[in-house]
């Protein structure tokens, strides 16, 4: 869908000249900025029902109630500044105006502190009515600041408030649109790693796929969606866990990939001194997206097939756009996790190794690998058949260049890198692309190559082209 850049003034003006948009701002903590653009251009007055800020936790409790877990900047107090500013708005004005469609902006922001100890980040939503006689949709999203500096952080959170209230009006038919939309005059200065459409305009729109937009038009790097099939935002539920993530193409989801996860969760949990705190996460990347067209786009299908395969068995899935391991540890280690572990099949380090090493031009391949391998990040490594042969091959006997041998040998014996030991050598023969064409081919045997719900979900909703025709009549 083409469309028009417009600049952030721009578009506060189209929408404050709209007569029948009408709504109130709610900006708590350092995000109070977005009201101020539809005042300063002019005709605030046909759009501004209020606008209020709550600076003070104890007034911001009073007003919205307490947060369990004692948070403010948070997904659920976005939800309860939208309930409560929303409520207000309909039983004070909703006899005055009938045919207005109302909406509620609301946020809570930490931007970067004076001591630096916050890089800035928050929560931000838009509770919007695009029928008056309807009821309204939500927008939330998390964003992250890359600014470094306090007041240009505060700007960008000014320019991505009206950019969503824009987008919700000008592009709710085009969610992918209304996403881009989302960081004009922002490029390269936010990063939106989580954001959820829902509604009566939205019944139909899998948020599953909003991960994947985010995603395809690198508006973020990593973003996550749980076994629920709704976006998620490790700043919910990743402190202090230990994260476990498994790689892979799940496409489909095979007994070896489930065998991975099982065995990787067993050795893991094994070297954790609160296994109780274990998080597994299954994380599918763009490249691995990539791979399954050959046009030179995404097939949102197949994307939902492997999503839907995952949260049979659930999973919480990472999606992410990253060259490494190096950034994925990374961004984990801003939601103050413990201990990090990697499952990753011999054949993936082996190609990890060998591009880190083609990719150092300079010689300086100690260093390059003291990054992959940094911090608590321990890497399980499931073994595979040596090509053209039954032979097993694990880090012990796979090819590594001779100048970082001593090292590979040293990370193995501090223990970052591990072979998995609880495998079953009877399926290191199945690989999912040969699945894949099983179930295209309709050929038999594929079913017992997948865990037994997988092969029913897939036969029960016929993913990844498996025939139509399998219809079980009753008579």
Not at 91 to 120: E, Q
Not at 121 to 137: A, H, I, S, T, Y
Not at 402 to 409: G, H, M, R, V
Not at 445 to 460: F, N, Q, R, S, T
Request: glycine content about 8%; charged content about 25%; proline content about 3%.
């Amino acid at each position: 869908m083409g469309r028009q850049l417009l600049e952030t003034d721009q578009k506060a003006l189209e929408i404050n000249l709209n007569d029948s948009i009408y709504g109130t701002f709610a900006e708590i903590g350092a995000g109070q900025e977005v009201a101020r653009h539809f005042f300063q251009v002019g005709a605030a007055a046909g759009t501004i029902a209020k606008t209020m800020s709550a600076y003070d936790k104890v007034v911001s409790d009073e007003i919205y109630g307490l947060e369990g877990s004692g948070r403010y900047v948070c997904e659920s107090r976005i939800y309860k500044m939208l309930d409560h500013e929303y409520v207000l708005m309909t039983d004070r004005l909703r006899k005055h105006r009938l045919d207005t469609r109302f909406f509620v902006f609301a946020n809570s922001i930490a931007a970067l502190n004076y001591s630096r100890t916050i890089k800035g980040n928050g929560w931000m939503g838009v509770r919007f009515q695009l029928d008056p006689n309807k009821e309204p949709n939500d927008l939330v999203l998390h964003v992250k600041m890359k600014d470094k500096d306090n007041t240009l952080q505060q700007q960008a959170i000014g320019i991505l408030g009206v950019n969503m209230i824009y987008g919700c009006y000008k592009y709710y038919k085009d969610p992918e649109t209304l996403l881009q939309s989302l960081i004009d005059g922002l490029h390269g200065r936010i990063e939106i790693d989580m954001v959820r459409l829902t509604g009566p305009e939205f019944s139909d729109l899998d948020n599953r796929l909003l991960a994947l937009y985010l995603i395809r038009n690198k508006i973020c790097k990593v973003t996550m969606f749980g076994p629920n099939k709704e976006p998620v935002h490790g700043s919910e539920f990743l402190y202090r866990k230990n994260p476990l993530l498994v790689r892979g193409s799940f496409r489909p989801v095979t007994k070896v990939n489930w065998n991975m996860i099982q065995s990787g969760i067993k050795q893991f949990s094994a070297n954790l001194e609160h296994p109780d705190r274990l998080l597994q996460l299954s994380e599918i990347t763009l490249e691995n997206l990539n791979r399954a067209t050959e046009l030179d786009e995404i097939d949102e299908t197949d994307f939902l097939h492997r999503a839907e395969l995952l949260a049979e068995l659930g999973q919480t899935v990472v999606l992410t756009q990253l060259e490494d391991q190096t950034e994925l540890i990374k961004y984990l280690k801003d939601f103050k996790v413990g201990q990090v572990g990697l499952v990753i099949g011999v054949r993936d380090l082996m190609g990890i190794v060998q591009s880190k090493f083609n990719k150092e031009k300079s010689g300086n391949h100690l260093e390059t690998f003291g990054k992959l391998f940094k911090g608590n990040a321990t890497f399980y490594v499931y073994p595979s058949y040596k090509d053209g042969s039954t032979d097993i091959q694990t880090t012990d006997n796979m090819p590594v260049p001779e100048d970082i041998t001593f090292l590979f040998k040293y990370l193995k014996s501090i223990g970052q890198i591990i072979d998995i030991q609880d495998y079953d050598p009877d399926i290191l023969y199945i690989f999912s692309w040969r699945v894949l064409q099983k179930i295209k081919g309709d050929e038999a045997g594929w079913e017992d190559e997948v865990p037994k719900p997988i092969a029913e979900l897939i036969k029960k909703e016929k993913l990844f082209g498996y025939p139509i025709k399998h219809i079980e009549f009753k008579y």
